[in-house]
Nanobody, 121 residues
Framework: QVQLVESGGGLVEPGGSLRLSCAAS????????MGWYRQAPGKQRELVAT???????NYADSVRGRFTISRDNAKNTVYLQMISLKPEDTAVYYC???????????????WGQGTQVTVSS
């Protein structure tokens, strides 16, 4: 199994910045897709950003241009740099690792415990 540990959440004023970190227990080079999801109170969990093992990235429309996902393979860590934060960004942010094995395919998802991000004045 894969263990994921998130950190970096906290309280920030609107317009501020935070960087979230997700440390994996295995080499992230062996993980097909890593991503960040978030869940706000009373809402469904939603995709924020993903990055593949080849470096391709995708972003939710609501965060594109403000959030950047990146990885450091040497540290087995994925980051989410967040700038120009808005109150609507308030949520618990979860790290996700998806491992895909072909040809079946077999898909396995692993989740971190989550880290709280609160944007408020």
């Amino acid at each position: 199994q894969v263990q994921l540990v998130e950190s970096g959440g906290g309280l920030v004023e609107p317009g501020g910045s935070l960087r979230l970190s997700c440390a994996a227990s295995i080499s992230i080079a062996s993980i097909s897709v890593m991503g960040w999801y978030r869940q706000a109170p009373g809402k469904q969990r939603e995709l924020v950003a993903t990055i593949t093992s080849t470096g391709s990235t995708n972003y939710a429309d609501s965060v594109r241009g403000r959030f950047t996902i990146s990885r450091d393979n040497a540290k087995n860590t994925v980051y989410l740099q967040m700038i120009s934060l808005k109150p609507e960004d308030t949520a618990v942010y979860y790290c996700n690792a998806r491992i895909i094995t072909v040809p079946a395919p077999r898909v396995s998802d692993y989740w971190g415990q989550g880290t709280q991000v609160t944007v408020s004045s």
